[in-house]
């Protein structure tokens, strides 16, 4: 029987099915902690090691070396620790793609990339990505995560979405209001504030609008809550359905499972999809009947990346699902 994957997108690039939560670390210690974690819930959520925020002024190098170590850990079970470079205004952003790219390069799951000005800098961090692999003797190109908390870079989104390697575009909140001098209030940074200044949500619904449209996936900035479960959960909630945001960043240990389960799918959905697939596969993807209703490739896509992202998430799947589709 073929596999949904094979046979629903002939030809195009397949949507990425990340895990929902992108935990950001700067220190070893959180780090190793952060992999801890890991290790005990699985591959839900994946780890950034900091090389920007999290390195001292004077210490890149060392930061960038002891991060490469990190992702070359044997504690690093499951292939998902990424690092986050320099901005391109910084003069270490080269340096730090010349220590992570030989030394931990097999390992990355992706490289994000902050404060573009605009597609321009995007375009010219990539190309200098692409021959540091080269130069390194990777087989792979690894993907691009690209930060849009700048004008520039805003007006750019579209662009920046369709250029070759870009995989996630993620929301910088923090850095997008206070580049507005004022004009936006500091509530804004924060619930419900986030959700409901005009300025905010314009970039954001442009952000997720871009990336959806670019088969590239849209991650949210991280909720300023770090102890009130709940609320870590409805911000991730309001990201999800209200913005379309697939994925969300998380800043400490107690955010990430809250997010996780806002973002995995409604389960009744996924049981639907589970028959709908079941059936298709069994009729070599041709068109079906389920419950009365006609079922085509259409249909067969948004439920196979729903099960997808189902999985990602660490949902429990129908038994016939997990064998089938996900052994």
């Not at 920007?52 to 890149?60: S, V």
């Not at 070359?72 to 992570?100: C, K, P, Q």
């Amino acid at each position: 029987m073929r596999h949904p994957s094979t046979v629903l997108f002939p030809g195009e690039k397949p949507f990425p099915i990340l895990p929902a939560v992108d935990h950001y670390a700067g220190s070893e210690k959180l780090m190793k902690k952060a992999l801890q974690l890991q290790n005990e819930l699985g591959p839900v959520f994946d780890i950034t090691c900091d090389c920007e925020d999290g390195a001292r002024a004077g210490a890149e190098r060392e930061h960038a070396e002891m991060c490469a170590g990190i992702i070359m850990s044997t504690d690093n079970r499951f292939g998902r620790v990424a690092a986050r470079i320099h901005d391109f205004t910084h003069d270490h952003w080269r340096e730090d793609l010349d220590i992570l790219i030989p030394a931990a390069g097999s390992r990355l799951p992706f490289v994000t990339v902050p404060k573009p000005r605009g597609v321009e800098d995007i375009r010219t961090q990539i190309a200098y990505l692409r021959d540091v692999e080269k130069k390194a003797g990777l087989q792979r190109e690894i993907p691009v995560h690209v930060l849009i908390e700048t004008f520039g870079a805003l007006h750019d989104v579209w662009e920046i979405a369709a250029l070759p390697g870009v995989e996630s575009l993620d929301f910088g909140l923090m850095d997008f209001v206070s580049g507005h001098h004022g004009a936006i209030p500091g509530s804004a940074m924060k619930s419900p504030g986030q959700f409901e200044h005009p300025l905010v949500t314009r970039a954001k619904c442009e952000i997720s609008t871009a990336a959806l449209a670019n088969g590239v996936v849209p991650t949210h900035n991280v909720t300023t809550e770090l102890k009130d479960l709940d609320v870590i959960r409805h911000d991730a909630r309001r990201a999800r359905n209200e913005f379309g945001f697939l994925r969300m960043w998380s800043i400490h240990p107690n955010q990430i499972m809250p997010i996780v389960e806002a973002m995995r799918p409604d389960f009744s959905e996924v049981e639907l999809g589970t028959a709908i697939l079941l059936k298709a596969q069994d009729s070599d993807w041709g068109p079906i009947s389920h419950e009365g209703l006609l079922h085509d490739r259409a249909s067969y896509r948004y439920y196979w990346e729903l099960l997808a992202r189902a999985d990602a998430t660490g949902m429990t799947l129908p038994a016939e699902a997990k064998q089938r589709f996900f052994a």
